[in-house]
């Protein structure tokens, strides 16, 4: 089994530097094309045969070191009984958006073996199909990183509405987190149950905080979940399953985010990595950092960027190859196998 | 004369602490949205009489220690020759967009006098409207963030049209960015000879870089641009103009940032005012940095926030209080009021 990445997670020493890249399974790859092409994207996530299949496919094509489940941060929030939809050009819709205490009441904290089954069947079916080729990383999206979502109803360009509510109905938007909080939890413990032997909190949006603001709206409550799902952990004496946890826009808020409780720490491109070590401290273990349109570079100057990546990362007490965020569908497969490559050759000289 | 913000752009003791807010001409204000009744949005830009009426209407409104032209960061980029329409809730649309070499070959560095007659004939009648009573800032859009329109045609979600161009045809970038370079010098000289007292370079999107990029593709013609305006005050025994450089999302960059030959660099709230000014150095002047919807917040708590960025502005060398974005179309015009008092008296304390 390659535990590489495994391994760099627990901040131990590995051969080569591990690398997986966020939506490694995903529309630049033809591959994916061909089974998307025969059902939608929320069908695709909810039937274990395909999704699983769509999941090993970047093992095959790119050689990377870990699998991560085909699924999307918005599965938990339908749910809890919103009704989601995906448009081709407008992205995911939630609706009703939730702005009044009447429709955060209306939510559950939902049993995932019920209600996210094929989840946890993806899962079981990866890591029988995986064989122990690679690991396989769970994930959910972070609490308020989900809660943008539902209180926008869509993406959105300036997150008016969600800081409208924790602004001016703090009460509210503490209820609606206690929700998503809890239903995260139960969530990441069944993903633990079924086999995931990692898992990673996205929190895409919460760069859009001050550090102040970020410490109390978004991570007090991721907190919550790496605390609860540790002390589980302990208690079920279930061997420690490494928690990822990513933040979009890190820059400025690197002080708050170590304080996370978390395994390991994702990166985003917009710093380089060794000064996010050093803010760090110098037993961080990081996950990133390219630029995923320097996918699109002739590959001799992805090459510089890579061993520059590398250098950077010597630092750390564990690093975890990845992009700054995740890869774009116009991305030419052959650049992201040839950086699999490069990174894989570069870290072991 | 109020000329706090001029001494405080100079890193000179100051009463109080002055403060202006970007856009704080615009959609919020009642009175802006009567004038904007009668005409279309460019109509209003190339209307002196217009245009400086909003100019002046925060000054009489909000209290606030500058003026900044009413005008819009494309309007050079139509006057290079490129089509320039606003749409209702498409925001700019720039057509054709720039992908090859035949329509950058296409683009002129006009003469603003000429081109661009309305923006300095609307300074020259603000200067006598004003009659002193608050300084006059110009602006234009920095070379890169004035470039990712171009190529993109529209604002942008990930500006891949831009980093590909940037990645994959450098002389192609290289010679559009040269000729945006000298229209913005030439544009801001025009401004400063028609009687903007102080300048904003607006680098909106410098933050979607990694620090290496950013300082090659973004910062490397600002600070050309800021040379040229520098030699030029110099050899023409015009009395120095404060520049000020604004980028969005500053915090992985600052190191980068600090470099660009501006007098006041403004900070976006998404990191601590004391830590970037640490960062900077101690002699830092800055302008920023609330978080804009920090402004849908009770008084009481924008007032906790005013004390708290008045308190970490406490180790620069100069400070303008200042929003760390636009202001937004939503706000309660009366929080904005609110404001501008509370930091002119906390920071008299």
Redesign the interface.
């Known amino acids: 089994m390659n535990d590489t990445f495994l391994k760099a997670c627990r901040g131990e020493k590995t051969e080569y530097t591990p690398i997986w890249i966020m939506r490694q399974a995903g529309r630049y790859l033809p591959q994916y094309q061909k089974v998307r092409g025969k059902v939608d994207f929320l069908t695709l996530c909810k039937t274990p045969e395909l999704a699983a299949e769509v999941t090993i496919q970047p093992i095959d094509i790119l050689k990377v070191d870990a699998a991560i489940l085909f699924s999307d941060i918005l599965i938990p929030v339908e749910a809890m009984g919103m009704d989601l939809e995906f448009h081709e050009k407008k992205g995911p819709v939630l609706s009703p958006a939730l702005r009044d205490e009447g429709t955060v009441k209306k939510l559950s904290v939902p049993d995932p073996e019920d209600k996210m089954k094929f989840v946890m069947d993806t899962i079981r079916l990866l890591r029988k199909e995986l064989a122990g080729r690679v690991p396989l990383i769970g994930f959910s999206g972070a609490p308020f990183t989900t809660a943008t979502y539902m209180i926008e109803g869509s993406t959105s360009k300036?997150?008016?509405n969600t800081?409208?509510m924790i602004?001016?109905s703090p009460d509210l938007y503490r209820s609606l987190m206690d929700k998503i909080t809890a239903t995260v939890t139960e969530y990441l413990k069944a993903q633990i149950k079924a086999g995931a032997q990692a898992v990673q909190l996205f929190d895409t949006w919460g760069?859009?905080?001050?550090?102040?603001?970020f410490r109390d709206y978004a991570l007090s409550y991721v907190k919550k979940v790496i605390t609860e799902l540790k002390t589980w952990q302990h208690s079920e004496k279930i061997p420690p399953v490494p928690i990822i946890y990513f933040v979009g826009?890190?820059?400025?808020?690197l002080?708050e985010i170590k304080t996370s409780g978390a395994d390991v720490h994702g990166i985003d491109?917009?710093?380089?990595l060794d000064?996010a070590i050093k803010r760090i401290g110098s037993n961080a273990i990081v996950q990133g950092n390219l630029?995923?349109?320097?996918l699109?570079?002739?590959q001799n100057?992805i090459e510089q960027r890579v061993k520059?990546i590398l250098g950077r990362a010597s630092s750390a007490q564990g690093h975890i190859f990845n992009l700054g965020h995740g890869v774009?569908p116009?991305t030419p497969p052959d650049n992201v196998i040839a950086l699999v490559e490069m990174v894989h050759n570069y870290s072991r000289k």
């Open positions: 300036n997150f008016l800081k409208r602004f001016q760069g859009i905080f001050s550090p102040q603001d826009e890190t820059a400025g808020l002080e491109w917009r710093i380089n000064d630029d995923p349109i320097a699109f570079l002739p100057k520059d774009l116009e």
